[in-house]
């Protein structure tokens, strides 16, 4: 092989690893595993449609494609720049039941009919929260299932020097009661809310952040300590505050 073939083929295999510890993040890894938990109960053998809201750089959605390929995902954003980079995913990797388009979630979104949507982090960083939600509850066929993942209103981080702040958040953080009434609110029933990413996870995810920009070696080497943190945190393995809230509520039968 030539040297430039080499090259190109190392920088290919260091960009799959790049990606592959971006997805598996604690904060990240942890969300995705306990979505596809509730989506998977849900949808049982049947073929289902999911649309992910805020889908960002496409990660969660072409995971959750990949692993159920019977499954249609639609990812949404309003970043042109990162779905550009989630379609060429798709394409390299032949996904072909994962789809992405723009779409800003207080507006009507491009389709509906979904079985189930998903807001995995994104609510916080939406100024008008309630509308984002009934936008969302508006997509779900009848008996559609929201999955809601929103920072607990009262989360601190446990390192001094870490971000006290979620990404680019409008606001802090909700309570469970707050979200429950929001998802209520947006004419959805069966709400449940449930405290998660508690300590172990947190504290894994906060050192994962200290070591984001060290070199690649650092990091991989890192990456069985931290993914061993969100196994122990599924396992009931941990302690302290929550960080974040899950909620799961349905569109109501016949509406």
């Not at 049947?46 to 889908?55: C, F, H, N, T, Y």
């Not at 019977?70 to 954003?77: A, F, K, T």
């Not at 001094?160 to 702040?165: D, I, R």
């Not at 890192?222 to 349905?250: H, Y």
Request: aromatic share 4%.
């Amino acid at each position: 092989m030539s040297s430039t073939g080499q090259t190109g083929l190392g920088a290919k295999l260091a960009a799959l690893i790049e990606e592959r510890l971006a997805l598996m993040a604690p904060a990240r890894r942890l969300r995705l595993a306990l979505a596809d938990d509730i989506v998977t109960r849900y949808a049982g053998e049947r073929p289902i449609r999911v649309l992910d809201a805020g889908a960002g750089d496409g990660l969660l959605s072409l995971a959750i494609a990949k692993r159920h390929p019977r499954w249609s995902v639609l990812g949404v954003d309003l970043r042109a720049d990162l779905l550009d980079g989630a379609r060429a995913r798709a394409r390299s990797r032949s996904l072909h039941n994962a789809s992405f388009e723009p779409a800003d979630l207080t507006e009507p979104l491009p389709a509906s009919g979904f079985d189930v949507v998903l807001a995995l982090e994104c609510l916080s960083e939406i100024p008008d929260d309630e509308q984002a939600l009934q936008m969302m509850a508006a997509a779900l066929a009848p008996g559609g299932l929201l999955v809601v993942q929103v920072p607990d209103r009262e989360w601190r981080p446990l390192l001094s020097g870490s971000a006290a702040t979620w990404r680019e958040q409008v606001r802090q953080g909700y309570s469970a009661e707050q979200i429950a009434a929001a998802l209520r609110r947006s004419g959805l029933e069966r709400v449940d809310v449930q405290p998660t990413f508690r300590t172990t996870a947190a504290l894994a995810q906060e050192i994962r952040d200290r070591i984001k920009d060290s070199n690649l070696a650092i990091r991989a080497a890192a990456f069985p300590v931290l993914a061993a943190a969100v196994r122990l945190e599924r396992w009931g393995i941990t302690g302290g505050r929550p960080n974040a809230l899950l909620a799961v509520a349905r569109r109501p039968d016949g509406t």
